[in-house]
């Protein structure tokens, strides 16, 4: 099933928690308003209670008992909805307040209550109406006599009919306002992600061309700041390797092109016109040589394709990078005499790695400084231990400044610091981004320096554990 909208979930949640708070808003409401009209109905009945008392503690012989109807009589004048009925020993009434409502059950089996004690509230119906009611023993001024039992009850008819309304009124107010605040929640919902959508919008409306367009932090909300800029280092890295591809497939293109048209311009020329047989052969021999180099070319770009997968699992052997250089100086020592340069070794360290592809790394490093080393200069190659878990070997080789803006892309496939792309060796332009890829899998780092007429490629290895 397809996900729910992002503004669907916030206005589901945003309604679910507001209907939450006005439930328990309108719960607490309607029992505030019962409780003040119960303490309300309360403090009437005790100040009715009180003035009984006062009454009954008057009564001092039985003929002042006689006399309790008409003092309550009296007492109760201007109390409409208020009925109290006064029950004395042995059960006998001795007095009920005009159109006082109590069911005979209320009347009956009243006077074994203790002195003071008091029952209630509680509510009752009657002739369809509803009453409040509290039932208290107060004793009398008549040495030795049991207490009277004194039933006070109100008419809570009207307050009944106002919180039947005032309930109606609430739940609805309630239900209104959940409505209106699911509203309220969508249209908020929907102006909070306009930036979202404008990421959207963004983001369909990017392509090979437009890649130089970004997000400005400051125009989103502070929560979509990270986002925007995550967005925008994004599109810095398609733009970059969008370049990069461009620019590889220019220099593919072109270093595929130099072997193909000497190949196809030999063929031609040998075509043109019979030779023999040792004619031939030359331009086989010649042919052969074009070969070698598209065959060493597309090696490295597999090599580098298998690395840019991960594919590239180096074997774990104690590699010493001491005994790796010297064996490479004997290899090019010839190379080196014949170009007038020293090749020096300072240091010695081990690391943990493949042999083949660590002595490859340093093979095409060499193979660079020596390239670009004049004569009467040396090639120093310097290995050391800066940290513990580090082994660090660096190559050093005097030759031109390079500027900082080519040195960040001298590992990059085809790239020559030369715009001209004039070859100085029938290299394939690859011999550092392999070397990249080597130092990578071993888990190292490599980076290049320049200055003061020297070059220096640094790599750094984790260092191998002693054995």
Do not use: C
Not at 270 to 298: F, K, T
Request: aromatic residues 6%.
């Amino acid at each position: 099933m397809r996900a729910r909208s992002v503004t669907f979930r916030l206005t589901l949640f945003f309604s679910t928690a507001s209907t939450a708070v006005l439930l328990a808003v309108g719960y607490l409401v309607g029992a505030a308003v019962d409780r003040h009209f119960l303490e309300q109905d309360l403090a009437e009945l005790e100040g009715r209670v009180d003035l009984l008392r006062h009454v009954l503690a008057k009564v001092r012989s039985r003929s002042d008992l006689d006399r309790v109807p008409q003092l309550l009589d009296d007492a109760l004048v201007g109390h409409p909805g208020l009925s109290i009925a006064v029950i004395g020993p042995e059960g006998r009434i001795l007095f009920v307040s005009s159109d006082a409502v109590f069911p005979d059950a209320a009347l009956e089996g009243r006077s074994s209550m203790k002195a003071s004690e008091q029952r209630g509230p509680i509510v009752w119906e009657a002739g369809g109406h509803a009453f409040r009611e509290i039932v208290v023993a107060l004793p009398t001024g008549i040495a030795g006599m049991p207490p009277t039992t004194v039933l006070i009850s109100v008419n809570i008819d009207h307050q009944r009919e106002f919180m039947a309304a005032f309930r109606k009124n609430l739940w609805l107010s309630i239900a209104s306002g959940v409505l209106l605040t699911a509203v309220l929640g969508w249209i908020s919902a929907r102006r909070g992600l306009a930036p979202v959508r404008r990421i959207a919008l963004l983001a369909q409306s990017i392509s090979a061309s437009r890649l130089g367009d970004r997000l400005s932090p400051d125009a989103v909300p502070a929560e979509l700041s990270d986002l925007a800029s995550a967005f925008n280092a994004m599109l810095a890295r398609l733009e970059d390797s969008f370049r990069r591809l461009s620019d590889f497939s220019s220099d593919l293109a072109h270093e595929l092109r130099t072997p193909v048209g000497n190949l196809v311009t030999e063929t031609e020329v040998a075509l043109s016109r019979a030779r023999s047989a040792d004619e031939y052969r030359e331009v086989l021999y010649s042919n052969l040589e074009e070969y070698n180099r598209l065959s060493r070319m597309i090696g490295d770009m597999l090599f580098l394709a298998k690395a840019d997968n991960g594919l590239i699992v180096p074997r774990r052997e104690t590699v010493d990078l001491g005994s790796e250089a010297r064996e490479l100086f004997a290899f090019y020592d010839a190379l080196a005499e014949e170009q007038g340069v020293a090749l020096a070794l300072e240091g010695a360290g081990t690391i943990a790695g493949d042999k083949l592809m660590i002595r490859r790394a340093l093979s095409n490093l060499l193979s660079n400084a020596l390239r670009y080393t004049s004569r009467g200069n040396s090639v120093l190659v310097r290995i050391d231990r800066p940290e513990p878990s580090q082994t660090r070997l660096a190559i050093e080789n005097p030759t031109d400044d390079i500027p900082p803006e080519h040195l960040s892309r001298l590992f990059d496939r085809f790239y020559r610091v030369d715009s001209s792309r004039q070859k100085v060796s029938d290299g394939t332009g690859l011999g550092l981004a392999i070397t990249k890829s080597i130092v990578e899998a071993h888990e190292g780092t490599i980076t290049a320096s320049s200055g003061n007429g020297a070059m220096r490629i640094e790599i750094r290895f984790p260092a191998a554990a002693p054995t």
